[in-house]
């Protein structure tokens, strides 16, 4: 049981890891574009950054069940 809590943990900081880096390079290519200040497309961009982290720790998730087989 505390072999599955570490692996948990693991996807867990990997999942909000790439939303940090994912939301850090949104706003830092936003405003090197000089768009808009407009908060539908921020809230757009935030909604896929957090759909593809998801699919990002998924895919880390089937690589170490690859792994362990």
Do not use: E, P, W
């Amino acid at each position: 049981m505390n072999r599955r809590n570490d692996s948990s943990s693991k996807y867990a900081s990997i999942f909000f890891l790439v939303i940090f880096i994912n939301i850090f390079l949104f706003f830092a290519l936003s405003s090197l574009l000089g768009g808009s200040d407009s908060t539908d497309l921020i809230a757009i961009g935030i909604i896929i950054s957090v759909l593809l982290s998801f699919i990002i720790v998924q895919g880390f998730y089937v690589i170490d069940l690859i792994k362990k087989k």
